[in-house]
Protein backbone atom coordinates (compact mmCIF):
# COMPACT_ATOMS: atom_id res chain seq x y z
CA UNK A 1 0.00 0.00 0.00
CA UNK A 2 1.36 3.47 -0.64
CA UNK A 3 0.72 5.85 1.55
CA UNK A 4 -0.16 9.78 0.27
CA UNK A 5 1.48 12.23 1.95
CA UNK A 6 -0.49 14.98 0.66
CA UNK A 7 -3.90 13.84 2.42
CA UNK A 8 -4.68 14.48 5.35
CA UNK A 9 -8.22 15.08 7.52
CA UNK A 10 -9.93 18.67 6.86
CA UNK A 11 -7.90 21.44 8.88
CA UNK A 12 -10.07 21.62 12.14
CA UNK A 13 -11.86 24.35 12.44
CA UNK A 14 -9.84 26.92 14.22
CA UNK A 15 -12.90 29.15 15.27
CA UNK A 16 -13.98 26.22 17.85
CA UNK A 17 -12.40 26.03 21.35
CA UNK A 18 -9.66 24.04 22.32
CA UNK A 19 -11.02 20.68 23.20
CA UNK A 20 -7.19 20.15 25.22
CA UNK A 21 -4.75 22.85 26.76
CA UNK A 22 -1.62 22.39 28.86
CA UNK A 23 0.00 25.72 30.45
CA UNK A 24 3.73 25.88 31.87
CA UNK A 25 3.96 22.20 31.90
CA UNK A 26 6.81 21.74 34.34
CA UNK A 27 7.32 17.77 35.56
CA UNK A 28 10.79 17.29 37.72
CA UNK A 29 11.90 14.05 39.24
CA UNK A 30 14.27 15.10 42.03
CA UNK A 31 17.30 17.05 39.91
CA UNK A 32 15.59 15.99 36.61
CA UNK A 33 13.43 18.15 34.80
CA UNK A 34 11.74 16.03 32.43
CA UNK A 35 9.71 18.36 30.95
CA UNK A 36 10.24 21.98 31.43
CA UNK A 37 7.44 25.08 30.74
CA UNK A 38 5.54 23.12 27.63
CA UNK A 39 2.53 24.96 26.28
CA UNK A 40 0.22 22.20 24.07
CA UNK A 41 -3.09 22.82 22.29
CA UNK A 42 -5.09 20.75 20.65
CA UNK A 43 -8.30 21.82 18.66
CA UNK A 44 -11.44 19.40 18.47
CA UNK A 45 -10.54 16.56 15.20
CA UNK A 46 -6.89 18.23 15.19
CA UNK A 47 -4.21 15.30 14.89
CA UNK A 48 -0.88 16.37 16.75
CA UNK A 49 2.24 14.55 16.68
CA UNK A 50 4.90 14.71 19.15
CA UNK A 51 8.57 13.74 18.18
CA UNK A 52 11.42 14.26 20.02
CA UNK A 53 14.56 12.21 20.80
CA UNK A 54 14.33 9.15 23.53
CA UNK A 55 13.99 11.04 26.60
CA UNK A 56 12.59 13.78 25.18
CA UNK A 57 9.80 14.06 28.30
CA UNK A 58 7.21 12.64 25.02
CA UNK A 59 5.76 10.05 27.84
CA UNK A 60 6.22 12.21 30.41
CA UNK A 61 3.97 15.45 28.58
CA UNK A 62 1.20 12.44 28.25
CA UNK A 63 1.54 11.08 31.73
CA UNK A 64 0.78 14.65 33.45
CA UNK A 65 -2.04 15.51 30.50
CA UNK A 66 -3.77 11.99 31.96
CA UNK A 67 -3.15 12.24 35.51
CA UNK A 68 -0.78 9.86 36.33
CA UNK A 69 2.01 12.46 37.42
CA UNK A 70 1.05 15.65 38.96
CA UNK A 71 2.70 18.59 37.19
CA UNK A 72 5.36 20.29 39.82
CA UNK A 73 4.05 23.52 37.56
CA UNK A 74 1.59 24.65 35.18
CA UNK A 75 -2.03 23.48 34.19
CA UNK A 76 -4.20 20.85 31.80
CA UNK A 77 -7.36 22.04 30.51
CA UNK A 78 -9.85 19.28 29.08
CA UNK A 79 -12.57 21.69 27.11
CA UNK A 80 -11.81 24.92 30.17
CA UNK A 81 -11.98 22.38 32.71
CA UNK A 82 -8.80 21.99 34.78
CA UNK A 83 -7.59 18.42 34.99
CA UNK A 84 -5.25 19.02 37.99
CA UNK A 85 -5.49 17.03 40.67
CA UNK A 86 -7.97 14.45 39.12
CA UNK A 87 -7.02 11.13 39.69
CA UNK A 88 -6.53 9.38 36.34
CA UNK A 89 -9.72 6.65 36.45
CA UNK A 90 -11.47 10.54 36.28
CA UNK A 91 -9.84 11.78 33.97
CA UNK A 92 -10.36 9.06 31.58
CA UNK A 93 -14.10 8.75 32.24
CA UNK A 94 -14.16 13.02 31.44
CA UNK A 95 -12.60 12.09 27.81
CA UNK A 96 -9.37 11.06 27.76
CA UNK A 97 -8.10 7.80 26.47
CA UNK A 98 -4.49 6.46 25.78
CA UNK A 99 -2.28 3.69 25.15
CA UNK A 100 1.16 2.64 26.93
CA UNK A 101 4.30 2.62 25.01
CA UNK A 102 4.95 -0.80 26.23
CA UNK A 103 1.53 -2.86 25.45
CA UNK A 104 -0.59 -3.57 28.47
CA UNK A 105 -3.05 -6.48 27.22
CA UNK A 106 -4.49 -8.91 29.24
CA UNK A 107 -2.61 -11.57 27.36
CA UNK A 108 -5.33 -14.02 29.42
CA UNK A 109 -8.16 -12.82 28.20
CA UNK A 110 -10.33 -12.96 24.90
CA UNK A 111 -9.63 -9.81 22.02
CA UNK A 112 -13.41 -9.19 22.58
CA UNK A 113 -12.84 -9.34 26.90
CA UNK A 114 -9.69 -6.70 26.32
CA UNK A 115 -12.07 -4.14 24.60
CA UNK A 116 -14.84 -4.80 26.98
CA UNK A 117 -12.48 -3.82 29.91
CA UNK A 118 -11.79 -0.97 28.21
CA UNK A 119 -15.89 0.16 28.49
CA UNK A 120 -16.01 0.05 32.27
CA UNK A 121 -15.97 4.06 32.42
CA UNK A 122 -19.21 3.57 30.36
CA UNK A 123 -21.15 0.95 31.99
CA UNK A 124 -22.79 1.99 35.31
CA UNK A 125 -23.17 -1.45 36.61
CA UNK A 126 -20.89 -1.66 39.61
CA UNK A 127 -19.60 -4.64 41.57
CA UNK A 128 -22.55 -4.27 44.16
CA UNK A 129 -25.76 -4.33 41.37
CA UNK A 130 -23.39 -7.45 40.33
CA UNK A 131 -23.79 -9.13 43.39
CA UNK A 132 -27.33 -8.05 44.21
CA UNK A 133 -28.62 -7.82 40.78
CA UNK A 134 -27.31 -10.54 38.52
CA UNK A 135 -30.08 -9.92 36.04
CA UNK A 136 -29.07 -6.42 35.55
CA UNK A 137 -25.62 -6.72 35.60
CA UNK A 138 -25.97 -10.14 32.93
CA UNK A 139 -27.73 -7.91 30.54
CA UNK A 140 -25.09 -4.97 30.84
CA UNK A 141 -22.84 -7.21 30.23
CA UNK A 142 -24.75 -8.52 27.17
CA UNK A 143 -24.93 -4.97 25.58
CA UNK A 144 -21.48 -4.18 26.83
CA UNK A 145 -20.32 -7.20 24.24
CA UNK A 146 -22.27 -6.34 21.31
CA UNK A 147 -20.76 -2.91 21.44
CA UNK A 148 -17.26 -3.73 22.03
CA UNK A 149 -17.84 -6.14 18.53
CA UNK A 150 -19.46 -3.38 16.65
CA UNK A 151 -16.03 -1.37 17.95
CA UNK A 152 -13.68 -4.11 16.94
CA UNK A 153 -15.62 -4.30 13.20
CA UNK A 154 -15.15 -0.78 12.87
CA UNK A 155 -11.09 -0.95 13.98
CA UNK A 156 -10.36 -3.77 12.55
CA UNK A 157 -12.95 -6.71 11.01
CA UNK A 158 -9.84 -8.86 11.06
CA UNK A 159 -9.47 -8.30 14.12
CA UNK A 160 -13.27 -8.55 15.06
CA UNK A 161 -13.24 -11.98 12.97
CA UNK A 162 -10.41 -13.07 15.72
CA UNK A 163 -12.24 -11.84 18.91
CA UNK A 164 -12.29 -15.14 20.67
CA UNK A 165 -8.66 -15.72 20.15
CA UNK A 166 -6.14 -15.01 23.37
CA UNK A 167 -4.97 -11.58 23.11
CA UNK A 168 -1.63 -13.00 23.76
CA UNK A 169 -1.58 -14.97 20.47
CA UNK A 170 -1.90 -12.32 18.60
CA UNK A 171 1.20 -10.91 16.27
CA UNK A 172 2.16 -7.31 17.52
CA UNK A 173 0.51 -5.14 14.79
CA UNK A 174 -2.42 -6.30 15.85
CA UNK A 175 -1.79 -5.47 19.68
CA UNK A 176 -1.30 -2.32 18.87
CA UNK A 177 -4.82 -2.15 17.09
CA UNK A 178 -6.51 -3.49 19.85
CA UNK A 179 -4.96 -1.43 22.16
CA UNK A 180 -6.47 1.38 20.03
CA UNK A 181 -9.48 -0.47 20.14
CA UNK A 182 -9.22 -0.65 23.56
CA UNK A 183 -8.84 3.54 24.28
CA UNK A 184 -12.07 3.61 21.92
CA UNK A 185 -14.04 1.87 23.73
CA UNK A 186 -14.10 4.42 26.60
CA UNK A 187 -15.65 6.99 23.83
CA UNK A 188 -12.96 9.48 24.70
CA UNK A 189 -13.05 12.81 23.47
CA UNK A 190 -8.88 12.79 22.43
CA UNK A 191 -6.90 9.49 22.24
CA UNK A 192 -3.41 9.30 23.36
CA UNK A 193 -1.30 6.97 21.14
CA UNK A 194 2.20 6.45 22.65
CA UNK A 195 4.39 4.82 20.17
CA UNK A 196 1.43 2.73 18.27
CA UNK A 197 3.68 1.61 15.15
CA UNK A 198 6.44 0.33 17.58
CA UNK A 199 7.59 -3.17 16.64
CA UNK A 200 5.88 -2.76 12.91
CA UNK A 201 7.22 -2.77 9.68
CA UNK A 202 6.38 -0.30 7.14
CA UNK A 203 3.20 -2.65 5.62
CA UNK A 204 1.74 -2.41 9.21
CA UNK A 205 2.37 0.79 9.66
CA UNK A 206 0.88 1.94 6.72
CA UNK A 207 -2.35 -0.01 7.54
CA UNK A 208 -1.88 1.78 10.87
CA UNK A 209 -2.09 5.25 9.13
CA UNK A 210 -5.23 4.12 7.18
CA UNK A 211 -7.22 2.54 9.97
CA UNK A 212 -6.43 6.11 12.03
CA UNK A 213 -7.44 7.94 8.53
CA UNK A 214 -10.85 5.96 8.40
CA UNK A 215 -11.35 6.35 12.61
CA UNK A 216 -11.09 10.41 11.67
CA UNK A 217 -13.02 10.23 9.23
CA UNK A 218 -16.14 8.57 10.65
CA UNK A 219 -15.63 10.60 13.87
CA UNK A 220 -14.62 13.96 13.00
CA UNK A 221 -14.58 15.69 16.15
CA UNK A 222 -12.39 12.99 17.66
CA UNK A 223 -9.10 14.32 18.64
CA UNK A 224 -5.54 12.62 18.31
CA UNK A 225 -2.37 12.93 19.80
CA UNK A 226 0.19 10.57 18.86
CA UNK A 227 3.42 9.99 19.77
CA UNK A 228 5.76 8.93 16.90
CA UNK A 229 9.29 8.14 16.06
CA UNK A 230 7.78 6.64 12.37
CA UNK A 231 8.90 9.11 10.15
CA UNK A 232 6.43 7.79 7.75
CA UNK A 233 3.58 7.88 10.13
CA UNK A 234 4.39 11.68 11.05
CA UNK A 235 4.87 13.14 7.57
CA UNK A 236 1.06 11.30 6.32
CA UNK A 237 -0.98 11.86 9.56
CA UNK A 238 -1.21 14.79 11.65
CA UNK A 239 -1.94 18.29 11.09
CA UNK A 240 0.70 19.61 13.07
CA UNK A 241 4.11 18.37 14.71
CA UNK A 242 5.28 19.05 18.38
CA UNK A 243 8.93 18.59 19.10
CA UNK A 244 10.34 18.19 21.94
CA UNK A 245 14.06 18.06 23.03
CA UNK A 246 15.75 17.31 26.73
CA UNK A 247 11.79 18.28 27.83
CA UNK A 248 11.31 21.57 25.70
CA UNK A 249 9.08 22.25 22.94
CA UNK A 250 11.22 23.30 20.06
CA UNK A 251 8.80 23.28 17.71
CA UNK A 252 4.94 23.51 16.69
CA UNK A 253 3.89 23.36 13.04
CA UNK A 254 3.41 21.47 10.11
CA UNK A 255 5.37 18.75 9.30
CA UNK A 256 7.03 20.60 6.39
CA UNK A 257 7.96 23.31 8.67
CA UNK A 258 9.44 21.46 11.66
CA UNK A 259 11.46 19.03 9.52
CA UNK A 260 13.73 22.24 8.56
CA UNK A 261 15.07 22.15 12.17
CA UNK A 262 18.17 20.69 12.94
CA UNK A 263 17.90 18.82 16.02
CA UNK A 264 14.92 17.23 13.53
CA UNK A 265 17.25 16.83 10.75
CA UNK A 266 20.05 15.34 12.76
CA UNK A 267 17.66 13.06 15.22
CA UNK A 268 15.23 11.32 12.38
CA UNK A 269 16.96 12.31 8.40
CA UNK A 270 20.12 11.25 9.22
CA UNK A 271 21.63 14.37 8.36
CA UNK A 272 24.13 16.31 11.19
CA UNK A 273 23.25 19.65 12.40
CA UNK A 274 25.67 22.30 11.12
CA UNK A 275 25.53 23.99 15.03
CA UNK A 276 25.07 20.47 16.82
N1 LIG B 1 9.13 8.26 37.06
C1 LIG B 1 10.32 8.80 36.72
N2 LIG B 1 11.28 9.03 37.64
C2 LIG B 1 12.46 9.57 37.30
N3 LIG B 1 12.79 9.95 36.06
C3 LIG B 1 11.88 9.76 35.10
C4 LIG B 1 10.60 9.16 35.36
N4 LIG B 1 9.90 9.09 34.20
C5 LIG B 1 10.70 9.61 33.26
N5 LIG B 1 11.89 9.99 33.78
C6 LIG B 1 13.00 10.63 33.05
O1 LIG B 1 12.46 11.75 32.37
C7 LIG B 1 13.06 11.90 31.09
C8 LIG B 1 11.98 11.87 30.04
O2 LIG B 1 11.46 10.55 29.94
P1 LIG B 1 10.27 10.16 28.97
O3 LIG B 1 9.98 8.72 29.22
O4 LIG B 1 9.17 11.12 29.11
O5 LIG B 1 10.98 10.33 27.55
P2 LIG B 1 10.42 9.97 26.10
O6 LIG B 1 10.56 11.19 25.27
O7 LIG B 1 9.09 9.33 26.19
O8 LIG B 1 11.53 8.91 25.61
P3 LIG B 1 11.38 7.59 24.69
O9 LIG B 1 11.41 8.06 23.26
O10 LIG B 1 12.62 6.79 25.04
O11 LIG B 1 10.12 6.88 25.06
C9 LIG B 1 14.08 10.78 30.98
O12 LIG B 1 15.34 11.30 31.34
C10 LIG B 1 13.59 9.75 31.95
O13 LIG B 1 14.65 8.95 32.43
MG1 LIG C 1 8.35 7.48 25.73
Redesign the pocket.
Known amino acids: MSIDTQVKAPEPNTSESLVLEGRGLTMR??G?V??ESVDITLKRGEVLAII??????????L?LITGIYTPTEGDVFLEGQRLNGIPAHKIAEAGIARTF?TSRLFGSLSVLDNVIIGMHTRTKCGVLTALLLPGRANAEMRRAAERAGELLKRVSPDLYERRNQLASSLPQADRRRLEIARALATEPKVVLL??PSSGMDDRDTDALIADIRRLQQENPTLSFII?E?DMRLVAALPHRVMV?DY?RKIGDDRFEVVRQLPRVQEAYLGRKASHA
Request: hydrophobic content about 35%; glycine content about 22%.
Open positions: FGLAVGPNGAGKTTLNQDEIHLG
